[in-house]
C-alpha cells in the first residue's frame, strides 16, 4: 500500500514563532562563514522553532486541559465540515452539546467492543452528519451514550443544551425499546413494527436509532455467535427496510450486507469472492471506470460549454441484493448485470434555457459513453423523452467493460441533471415507503408529507438570526474560525485568558492549564489569541487527529496483509506497553 506523503508541520509555516523566549542579541547579528552554510541566526531560530512545536505538543498530549480542548476543536471542525451548510444557532449548539459531553464521555468505561465512549459518540455523529442531520440531531446523538449511562439527565440536556435536542433523545430512547414489543420476529410482526415507528415517532430520532445500530453491526465481533445472529435478524427484518423507508439507501445497503455476513457467513463468502473476482490489479474497478469517466467528460469541449460542473458517483451492487437476485430471482451469474454502477450528475449554465441546455447535455454525455465502451442496446431507456408516471427522468444505458479476453458483467450507468437528481430522491420517498412495508401507497403519501413537514420544522427552529458587527455589517463565518468566534464570547475578536479558562473549566479541567496553553499559543505575548494565532493552534489539532486515523488504518491494512491477529500475545503486550506510554 502507498503511504501518503504527510510534511511535518513546523511553526516555520506560519508568520510568527509559536512561542519566542527572549533571545539574546548576538543572535540577531547575521554571520556568514561559508557560502552555502546556515546563519547562527538561522539555526538558532530552527532550535526555537522546534523547541515551541516540541512544547504544543507536549502540553496538548499530556495536560488534561489539552487534550480536552485538542477533542472539542477536533471533532468540531470534522463534524461541521461534513455538514456542509450550518446556521450560527446550529454551530452553537453543536459547540455547547460537544463541551458538555466530551469530559462525561471520558468518564465512562470502555465499551463492550473495546471502544472508548468517546470514540464511539463521535463515530455516531460522523455518520449524523454524512446524512446531513441537523445540529439537534447530531448533538442527540453524542449525548445519547451519557444519557443511557446516567451521567446526565434529558433534563439536564434540556436545560443546558436545548428543548429540541433533549426531545429527539427522549424519542431515540422510546424507538430503541420498539422490538421487544412483539414476542415473535416474522415477517408480519416485522412490518407492523415498522409501520409503528413510521407513524408514531419522529423520523429524526429513527434515523439516530438506525445510525446507533450501523455503529452497533460495524463493531459485532465481540459478541457470541447465537447474539450476532439475533440482533442481525432483527436488523435485517426491521432496521434495514426501515432505513430505506426513510430515504436513506446507502444505510440500508450496509445494514443488509453486515447482517448477511452474520447470518449466512459461508453464502456471504461465496457472493463476496464472486464479486471480487471481476478485480483487476489493486484499485477497486468501479473506481477505474469512475475516473475513466470523468476525465472524458471534463475534457469534452462540446459539454464543457454546456455545464458548469460534472461529478460522477460509483457503487457495487450489496453481497445481499446480488444474492437475492441469484436465488430468489434463479438468475445465473452472467445474467447479473448492475454489479458495477456509474451516475453521472450535471449541472448546466444558467440562463433561460436552462432545463433545456441540460437535457442536451445528458444526450451528449451518452455519446461520450458510447465512445468509452460498446452500449448494449436493448438495456438503454430513455426517460428524459418519455418520463415515469411519477415524474422520473433520467438516461438509462448499460455498457460492455469487458477487456483483453476477460469477461465482466455489464455496467449500468445513469445519466442526468443535478435538478432531475433531486426530483428522483423525493419521487422515489413514497415508493420507499410503500416497498418497505407500507402496503397503501396513499398512506405511504401521507408518511412522506408529516417526515418533510418535520424536517422542515426542524430547518425553521435553527435557521440562521443574521449576526452583525458594530457596524452593522453581516459577517460570514468561514469553516477556520467557527470555533474561534464561539470561544471569543465578546466579540473583539481576541480570545482572552478568561475566555480560555472558562472553556477549560466546562471542560472539567484546571484553569492552570489555560494560563500554559495562552502562554504557548499567544506569539507576541500580549495576553491573548488572534485568529491567526488560534488558527495555527487548529491546524495543529488536524495534524495530529490524521496521524491517529491513520495509524488505525494502517493497523487494520497491516493485520490483513501479516494476519497477525490482535490476541497473539505479542501484539497485546506491544499495545499495553503502548497505552502505558500514551498515558491512555
Not at 552554510?37 to 516540541?54: A, N, Y
Not at 408514531?200 to 445472529?229: F, K
Not at 478485480?279 to 459539454?303: A, H, N
Request: net charge negative; charged share 25%.
Amino acid at each position: 500500500m502507498e503511504l501518503p506523503s504527510m510534511e511535518l508541520y513546523y511553526p516555520r509555516h506560519h508568520h510568527r514563532l509559536l512561542h519566542q523566549e527572549p533571545i539574546p542579541k548576538t543572535h540577531d547579528r547575521t554571520i556568514r562563514i561559508v557560502p552555502g552554510t546556515v546563519t547562527v541566526q538561522r539555526c538558532c531560530t530552527q532550535r526555537i522553532r522546534r523547541l515551541g512545536l516540541l512544547k504544543t505538543r507536549s502540553f496538548l498530549l499530556e495536560q488534561t486541559g489539552g487534550k480536552m480542548v485538542v477533542e472539542l476543536v477536533g471533532a468540531f471542525n470534522e463534524l461541521t465540515e461534513r455538514m456542509g451548510m450550518l446556521s450560527s444557532s446550529g454551530s452553537q449548539l453543536l459547540f455547547k452539546a460537544l463541551k458538555l459531553s466530551i469530559p462525561l464521555l471520558h468518564a465512562l468505561p470502555l465499551t463492550p467492543d473495546g471502544r472508548s465512549s468517546l470514540s464511539r459518540a463521535l463515530s455516531t455523529s460522523l455518520l449524523l452528519a454524512d446524512l446531513q442531520m441537523d445540529a439537534e440531531v447530531i448533538s442527540a446523538g453524542i449525548l445519547r451514550p451519557v444519557v443511557e449511562a446516567g451521567a446526565i439527565s434529558i433534563l439536564d440536556v434540556r436545560n443546558q443544551i436545548g428543548t429540541g435536542t433533549a426531545h429527539l433523545l427522549h424519542e431515540s430512547l422510546r424507538v430503541l425499546k420498539v422490538p421487544s414489543k412483539v414476542d415473535v420476529l416474522d415477517d408480519g410482526s416485522a412490518a407492523a413494527l415498522r409501520k409503528f415507528c413510521l407513524t408514531y415517532y419522529d423520523m429524526r430520532a429513527v434515523i439516530l436509532d438506525l445510525v446507533l445500530r450501523l455503529d452497533m453491526m460495524r463493531h459485532l465481533g465481540y459478541l457470541p455467535r447465537y447474539q450476532q445472529q439475533s440482533i442481525s435478524l432483527e436488523v435485517m427484518k426491521i432496521h434495514a427496510p426501515l432505513a430505506h423507508a426513510v430515504g436513506t439507501n446507502w444505510l440500508s445497503l450496509e445494514l443488509e450486507d453486515l447482517s448477511f455476513q452474520y447470518l449466512f457467513p459461508h453464502s456471504y463468502l461465496y457472493v463476496d469472492s464472486w464479486l471480487k473476482s471481476h478485480e483487476s490489479g489493486s484499485k477497486p474497478l468501479v473506481d477505474v471506470y469512475k475516473e475513466q469517466l470523468l476525465q472524458s467528460l471534463r475534457v469534452d469541449p462540446l459539454l464543457a460549454g454546456m455545464v458548469v460542473d460534472v461529478s460522477v458517483d460509483g457503487r457495487y451492487k450489496s453481497r445481499f441484493s446480488t444474492m437475492k437476485k441469484l436465488l430468489k430471482d434463479g438468475r445465473k451469474p452472467e445474467q447479473v448485470h448492475d454489479v458495477l454502477g456509474l451516475r453521472v450528475i450535471l449541472e448546466p449554465r444558467s440562463g433561460k434555457d436552462m432545463a433545456e441546455v441540460g437535457e442536451s447535455a445528458c444526450y451528449r454525455t451518452r455519446e461520450v459513453v458510447r465512445s468509452l465502451w460498446k452500449e448494449m442496446p436493448h438495456r438503454t431507456k430513455d426517460y428524459i423523452a418519455r418520463p415515469k408516471t411519477n415524474g422520473y427522468r433520467s438516461l438509462h444505458m448499460a455498457v460492455d467493460v469487458s477487456d483483453c479476453g476477460k469477461s465482466r458483467p455489464l455496467m449500468e450507468i445513469q445519466i442526468r441533471t443535478k435538478e432531475m437528481d433531486m426530483l428522483a430522491d423525493a419521487g422515489t420517498a413514497s415508493h420507499s415507503l410503500y416497498k418497505s412495508g407500507l402496503t397503501d401507497p396513499e398512506e405511504a403519501k401521507r408518511l412522506k408529507a408529516i417526515m418533510m413537514a418535520a424536517a422542515e420544522f426542524a430547518a425553521l427552529r435553527l435557521q440562521d438570526i443574521p449576526s452583525t458587527n458594530h457596524e452593522g455589517i453581516e459577517m460570514e463565518q468561514s469553516q477556520s474560525d467557527r470555533v474561534f468566534r464561539l470561544l471569543d464570547k465578546n466579540g473583539d475578536g481576541r480570545i482572552n485568558i478568561e475566555e480560555l479558562m472558562e472553556v477549560m473549566e466546562e471542560l472539567g479541567a484546571p484553569g492552570e492549564d489555560a494560563r500554559e496553553m495562552m502562554q504557548l499559543l499567544d506569539a507576541n505575548s500580549d495576553g491573548s489569541l488572534s485568529s491567526d494565532e488560534f488558527d495555527f493552534f487548529q491546524r495543529q489539532v488536524e495534524f495530529m487527529r490524521n496521524f491517529e486515523d491513520k495509524d488505525e488504518l494502517y493497523k487494520t491494512v497491516l493485520n490483513e496483509k501479516l494476519q497477525i491477529a490482535n490476541s497473539s500475545s505479542l501484539i497485546q503486550v506491544s499495545g499495553e506497553d503502548l497505552s502505558s506510554r500514551l498515558g491512555n
